[in-house]
């Protein structure tokens, strides 16, 4: 059974930075794509970022620049640095695992999700 716990978020003022954290456990996901969503309030979950198991990366436009994806397969664990963040960056972020062997920004194609880390921007 693979668990995925996300860690790291919090409050920050707009402008602040905060490393997400996506530890793996139960199975080795070196080959698969690992992903961030976010859910704000009364809204879907979106599409943040990901990487493949070979370190190609994919931002969604409004993060791009500011947010940087990572992964330490030795750790089993995906990151997600956030850097000059803004209010409308507040959610829930969600870490996910993909077995796809491309990038993914569509959530039925992830196989495995975290519980969620709340981010809060405050302005």
């Known amino acids: 059974q693979v668990q995925l716990v996300e860690s790291g978020g919090g409050l920050v003022q707009a402008g602040g930075s905060l490393r997400l954290s996506c530890a793996a456990s139960g199975r080795t996901l070196d080959n698969y794509v690992m992903g961030w969503f976010r859910q704000a309030p009364e809204k879907g979950r979106e599409f943040v970022a990901a990487i493949s198991w070979y370190g190609s990366t994919y931002y969604t436009d409004s993060v791009k620049g500011r947010f940087t994806i990572s992964r330490d397969n030795g750790k089993n664990t995906a990151y997600l640095q956030m850097n000059n963040l803004k209010p409308e960056d507040t959610a829930v972020y969600y870490c996910?695992?993909?077995?796809?062997?491309?990038?993914?920004?569509?959530?039925?194609?992830?196989?495995?999700w975290g519980q969620g880390t709340q981010v809060t921007v405050s302005s």
């Open positions: 996910a695992a993909s077995s796809r062997r491309s990038i993914m920004v569509v959530t039925t194609f992830y196989d495995y």
